[in-house]
């Protein structure tokens, strides 16, 4: 069955520092990835994807993620962290029957 | 474009009450998603409809969880006889056919008292 692993749940970065948010995946069948945000009492929102084609993969917020099949690999980056980036992100796959399994989500706080 | 809509935000009940939740999809949108969501964990998949067709039910969704979709727009989720363990994040989500992006409401917070 489709897995992600997302390790350290908390994850602080200082405010212009590179965020980078590991996500490793398990399929059977090539993989569809995702990275969602949710803030606070809201529900998630979309910031990339990967189905196929480029594997450096831009989103919104100035986020990118390249995936990597031999690593099984799909981690979130960003150049230089703002303080709007606190947020929990959830790293996931869909299965072939249309669910999406997710991670465990980082939490990640900026500090000034 | 509204986006995904759920309705209520916030309910509170008490244990052994029955609770209903509404989601509205992205009106172009023929898939709707069911997950819960507890604290400090990833959304889970409950249950899934095509148009009015519900065509899957994770294990997760006991015979006291039901869902309808009867006319292929709006969703209905109902919990009979509450559990305190049913205490979490519900969110729906909504998509096009195969390859679309799923796309997520604000959510319904329960709490069961």
């Known amino acids: 069955a489709q897995s992600v692993t997302q390790l350290g749940s908390h994850v602080s970065v200082s405010e212009g520092a590179l965020v980078l948010l590991r996500c490793n995946y398990s399929s059977s069948v090539p993989p569809y990835l995702f990275w969602y945000v949710q803030y606070p009492n809201q529900g998630l929102q979309l910031l990339l994807k990967?189905?196929?084609?480029?594997?450096l993969v831009k989103g919104i917020n100035g986020f990118e993620a390249e995936f990597k099949k031999s690593e099984t690999s799909f981690h979130l980056t960003k150049p230089s962290a703002h303080m709007s980036d606190a947020a929990e992100y959830f790293c996931a796959v869909e299965t072939g029957n249309n669910r999406l399994a997710f991670g465990k989500g980082n939490q990640v706080v900026v500090i000034p | 474009d509204t986006g995904v809509s759920q309705d209520p935000r916030h309910k509170i009940t008490k244990r052994g009450q029955n609770v209903t939740f509404r989601c509205d999809p992205i009106?172009?949108?023929?898939?709707l998603y069911w997950y819960r969501q507890t604290l400090g964990q990833g959304p889970e998949f409950l249950t899934y409809f095509q148009n009015e067709a519900q065509l899957e039910k994770s294990r997760l969704l006991s015979d006291r969880f039901s869902a309808e979709r009867p006319k292929g727009s709006f969703s209905t989720l109902e919990i009979q006889r509450t559990e305190q363990g049913d205490s979490a994040m519900y969110l729906c989500a909504s998509s096009l056919p195969t390859g679309g992006s799923q796309y997520f409401g604000p959510g319904t917070r329960l709490l069961v008292l």
């Open positions: 009106s172009e949108h023929n898939r």
């Open positions: 990967y189905t196929t084609g480029a594997t």
